[in-house]
């Protein structure tokens, strides 16, 4: 039986984040995945918060990074960051909702890009991420 390219996803994402101990530590979630596509998300917590009392910038970064890496293994192609880049437009505080949302932009051949939006539960843009992948031999699990 073949699998469609949402279930492909969530079992990719199942076996990545079976091994992501990092962004379970951290605490973030994984609310959805589709081909190319994942939203994660993270409340700010104290252990999150920088000397300013706000949440730090690698906290937001690795969020949006998560996400990029859930949509770009989306397929069942081991993947890996090729480049990534982040710009700050506003600050997290503590207690806010963080949700990242990440689109697949291109895919050609084994190399793709990828956009992510961090906003809280306001709807307000925390930050934007663009990640470049690159697909390298092997897969999440067996097909």
């Known amino acids: 039986m073949s699998l469609t390219p949402k279930q492909r996803a969530e079992q990719s994402a199942a076996a990545m984040w079976e091994g992501d101990k990092a962004s379970q530590w951290i605490g973030m979630k994984i609310e959805s995945v589709d081909e190319g596509q994942a939203v994660l998300s ?10 300013h009392g706000i949440c730090h910038g690698g906290i937001t970064f690795a969020l949006a990074d ?6 770009c293994n989306s397929r069942n192609q081991s993947t890996v960051a090729q480049h990534n880049m982040i710009s700050y437009l506003a600050p997290a505080n503590l207690g ?3 949700t990242a949302s990440a689109q697949e932009v291109s895919l050609t051949g084994r190399n793709g890009i990828y956009d992510v939006t961090v906003s809280n539960q306001n709807g307000e843009k925390i930050a934007e991420f663009r990640g470049y992948s690159r697909a390298i031999k092997g897969q999440l699990f067996q097909e």
Not at 42 to 51: D, E, F, I, K
């Open 66 to 71: 998560s996400c990029f890496a859930f949509a």
């Open 96 to 98: 806010d909702q963080l």
């Open 42 to 51: 993270l409340t700010v917590q104290p252990q999150h918060a920088n000397g």
